[in-house]
């Protein structure tokens, strides 16, 4: 674990403030959750996120899509992609998406795509693919993201169905 050199007191009511950095480095939003960990004398926070709890569900969905239809498969929590099946995933996988997919969940909307066109999957990388991208819905809160990625312009209304599946099943399965 790496030392920031912040030191911050703690007030009568037990509560300490994260420096804005920080909180930007690792993207803590006003309002988010942080599950604590204590080891001894070591309190540790971490990002809570309810896709953590379905983040294997993720990688078996993501594969056997990607078996049935040879399409890139991402999965995102709010924060970064928790599963990637296809070609692309060493570059997307663990890796933080950009503000772009970001706002189209915040939106609550579904994105399709069927020929190429430009998208920003990370910060400041633009890319050409066909794609779908749908949100996952828990509660009604914007929780995630499924995309189908093709750089074949071969996207079809059969991904775009299946795509919308995955995110219900997903939001459906994190609810209970």
Do not use: W
């Amino acid at each position: 674990m790496k030392s920031t050199g912040v030191v911050r007191r703690v007030d009568d009511l037990g509560r300490i403030v994260i420096p804005k950095e920080i909180r930007r480095t690792l993207r803590i939003r006003d309002g988010e959750s942080l599950e604590i960990f204590v080891d001894r004398e070591m309190i540790a926070l971490k990002k809570f996120s309810k896709m953590t709890n379905i983040e294997e569900i993720s990688k078996q969905l993501a594969d056997i899509i990607h078996s049935t239809i040879q399409k890139n498969i991402l999965i995102a929590d709010r924060d970064r992609f928790v599963a990637v099946s296809g070609n692309l995933k060493k570059k997307y996988l663990d890796k933080n998406i950009s503000k772009m997919l970001e706002n189209i969940m915040k939106e609550r909307k579904n994105i399709v795509e069927y020929n190429n066109h430009e998208i920003e999957l990370l910060e400041n990388e633009k890319e050409v693919f066909s794609y779908v991208i749908c949100p996952i819905i828990m509660n009604g809160d914007a929780i995630g993201l499924v995309l189908v990625i093709s750089d074949k312009n071969d996207i079809s209304q059969l991904d775009e169905k299946l795509v919308q599946v995955a995110s219900q099943f997903l939001g459906k399965h994190i609810e209970e």
